[in-house]
Each structure stands twice: as C-alpha cells, then as structure tokens.
C-alpha cells in the first residue's frame, strides 16, 4: 500500500504539502503492517532487504513495548516469518551484522538473527544489576556489535556505561541528573545523542538540537545525520544535520494517527522504518518511508 504526499485520500486533497519550504524533506510512505496488537521496535537487516519486528502476543496488554516474538519482513516481497520461538524484550540491531541485543535479567543477549541463536551475552555492572527493573535502554555502538550501551537510573540520576566484549570492560560515560533516557551511540564512539543534547566525549562541546526527541538514530550511511522521532508531540520526524546544524522536518507522518516513533534510517540511508499509533484505539502500524530528496 503506497501513497505519495500529493495524493486524494478519501475524498480529502493533502494541499497542504504544497505549501511545505523546500527544508522540508519529502517522500512516499508504504504501509508494511497493522496490527491489533503492539508491533514494534522495527530495525533492518544489514543489507536493507529485510525489517525485524516485535509482534506483542497479547492485545489486552496496553504497554509502550511489551514481550512478543520477532517477526521479519521482505521488503520487496512483503513475506512475514515468525523468528523466535521465545517472547523478547529490547530488540536492536547492529548496524555491521544481522546481530540483535535483548535482555532478560541479569543478562544481555547478543543473537545471529538468521537462526535466532545466542552467539555472545554479557552482564552489566553489579549497580544495575541491584536495580535491573531501573535499566530502560540497550543499544549497539554506532561502530562494531563488539561494543554495547546501556543505561538505567537511580533516584533523579541517568548512568549512561559502555561495555566491550572484546576485553570485558565496563567503564561509566555519563551520569546526569536526568530521569529521560532517550540516547543513541553515535559515529567514532565519540559523539553521544542524549535526549535534545549532542555530546562530544572527548571534549566538553555540547550541540543543543532544539527538539525534544522520543526516540533517536544516527544514519548508518551519513555520520552527520541524526533521526528524531518525537512520538506525540510532533507526528512528522525530524532531521539533524551536523554540518549546518540544522533540523529539517520529515514530511513522513500518515494521517489520523496519535503518535509516531522508533524510527531508523536504511543501511543505505534512503529509507526510513517507523512505528505509528493510529488515533482510533487498538492497532499499530509499521509503515517505510522512502526519501525522494
């Protein structure tokens, strides 16, 4: 199911994209999946032929990201697998190999998504793990699925730590005292996205985005890039450039919808996957968008 920006949908013209500035990144959506249930945490194959998601099991459940079992989708084709046997929590991929990262307490569990087998795991520190129901995200390093962030919180303070499979090491970031977690691991292990601030950490320069994001993705094909969704508050996405440091709107939102979020650029970066939560109550969407400009 696609659909261009300039369309008529149900009796109704989109003029106002007409109207958008030419900083306004256009595209055409595809629908890729509704459903009654929560589907989320959409993430794509290292090659982009493929996107992975979690299908909640059970519809009365009404969390942000429940448990559920991980999907795959053939973008050309449109065929839907069922991966895992087993209910998961956490789902991200690496940017470098079909690896994905889950957790499940007191662990992190880095699997080969082909075969859905366990091929590394590691703990956090001992912190964490006296307050594992506290860790609230996991991700992959920009660079190599040898390395993994995490973060969990402790009363009003964020503790943001790194840990590299190659030597066992576990070293701190950041601590801020700050209860949002929105984070994202960003190019040479330097540059950290944390909420609407861009850290150098080798240094103390700090870039202020001006967007209050809900969920972020550095572009594995431009360094530069940084993609916020910003869930509720605005239904389009957003773009931060470093070079211009500037924020250009995403014309990427479907209409009638709540809340957009969890988006994350092709490995090509041509491409956007995204979840949505349509405004009638009791489905959710997982829709491409594929940039024209």
């Known amino acids: 199911m696609k659909m261009s920006r300039f369309v008529i949908w149900g009796g109704v013209v989109i003029a106002g994209a007409l109207l958008l500035s030419c900083n306004t990144i ?11 249930t929560s589907a989320h945490s959409p993430a794509w194959s290292s090659d982009g032929s493929m996107i992975y998601y979690i299908l909640g099991s059970d519809p009365e459940v009404d969390l942000p990201e429940p448990k559920g079992y991980l999907y795959s989708l053939d973008v ?21 190999n079909d690896y994905a990262l889950t957790s499940e307490g007191p662990w992190f569990w880095i699997w080969d998504i082909e075969d859905w087998e366990k091929v590394d795991s590691c703990q ?13 995200q996991l991700k992959f390093s920009y660079e190599s699925s040898r390395i993994v962030y995490y973060s969990y919180w402790i009363e009003d303070s964020l503790f943001l730590r790194r840990i590299n499979l190659e030597d066992s090491t576990d070293e701190l970031v ?42 972020l993705h550095w572009n594995p094909a431009d360094p530069q890039q940084l993609l916020i969704s910003s869930g509720k508050q605005d239904k389009d996405l957003f773009m931060y450039d470093l070079r211009d440091k500037k924020l250009k709107r995403i014309n990427s939102s479907p209409f009638r ?3 957009s979020d969890e988006a994350k650029f092709s ?22 968008f594929n940039l024209t400009n």
């Open 26 to 36: 256009q595209g055409d959506l595809e629908l890729l999946v509704d459903e009654p």
């Open 257 to 259: 919808i709540s809340s």
């Open 174 to 215: 950041m601590t801020k005292k700050e209860w949002k977690h929105i984070m994202a691991p960003g190019p040479g292990d330097t540059l950290l996205a944390l909420i609407d601030t861009i850290y150098n950490l080798n240094s103390d320069d700090k870039i202020y985005v001006e967007h209050e994001p809900q969920y």
């Open 76 to 96: 050309e084709t449109k065929e839907i697998q069922q991966l895992s046997t087993e209910e998961i929590w956490g789902f991200e991929t690496s940017p470098y």
């Open 267 to 288: 490995p090509d970066g041509t491409k956007i996957v995204f979840k949505c939560v349509p405004k009638s109550e009791g489905s959710t969407q997982i829709w491409l």
């Open 124 to 136: 956090p520190c001992q912190e964490a793990i006296e307050n594992w129901s506290n860790i609230i």
